[in-house]
């Protein structure tokens, strides 16, 4: 009787590690087959629904700004860069502080990009504005691209837009989400700056972001 014991315990061992073997092998599989349809889709990022990209021309020192707001009014722009499901990649300030290091030298940056992602919809309707914060001469053209990411990349808007000179605001895009659904894309203008006026710090000290370390305006 005794030495029956150490049998069934040695087969519900090595039961188990047949088991775990075969799990193991079943989610790096698994793995595998997630991985392959996402890169043939082109997919960007599996976690962001949408992407807004605001370029203007490559080693231009204007400073342009993207303010956008969703639905339950939370509205992402330079001093808030994190509003509802929105981020705001960084402030691209045209030429100022746009540097990268490459081979242990630093270069200027020519590529003047604000991105702005969404980690999840919600219905209702948002709003795209470009704002032109530093202007050094005469109409500066602003390309505003909006993609949906999910299931597939589709594009919601794509056109250029002229800001003409310090502080001017348009509206590049109005969309309203239903579900998967984009619907009513306009540009009718409404104003976002200053809707974030109260938003804006007191201090006149400049702040300094806490991942890039460039001075916030
Ligand atoms: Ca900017
Ligand atoms: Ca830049």
């Given at each position: 009787m005794f030495e029956d014991e150490p049998e069934p315990d040695f087969e519900i061992f090595s039961a188990l590690l047949f088991n775990s073997l075969k799990a193991i092998t079943f989610m790096f599989f698994m793995s595998f087959a997630m991985i392959n349809p996402v890169a043939e889709s082109g997919k960007v990022d599996p976690k962001a629904e949408m992407m807004i990209t605001v370029t203007w021309p490559d080693a231009n020192p204007d400073d342009v700004d993207t303010y956008v707001a969703d639905p339950a009014g939370n509205i992402v722009w330079y001093h808030r860069r994190e509003a509802g499901l929105m981020h705001l990649d960084r402030d691209d300030r045209?030429?100022?502080?746009?540097v990268i290091e490459l081979n242990g030298t630093t270069i200027e940056n020519p590529l003047n990009q604000e991105i702005i992602s969404f980690r999840g919809l919600s219905d209702g309707e948002y709003t795209v504005n470009i704002v032109h914060y530093i202007a050094n001469g005469g109409p500066l053209p602003v390309q505003v691209k909006v993609e949906k990411l999910n299931p597939k990349v589709s594009l919601v808007f794509y056109d250029t837009i002229n800001l003409n000179g310090t502080g001017d605001e348009r509206t590049a895009v109005r969309f309203t989400l239903e579900g998967q659904e984009v619907k009513?894309?306009?540009?009718r203008a409404r104003e976002l700056v200053m809707l974030t006026r109260?938003?804006?710090?007191?201090?006149s000290a400049p702040n300094l972001d806490a991942t890039s370390g460039e001075a916030v305006k």
């Open positions: 045209g030429m100022f502080r746009d009513d894309v306009n540009n109260a938003d804006a710090p007191t201090s």
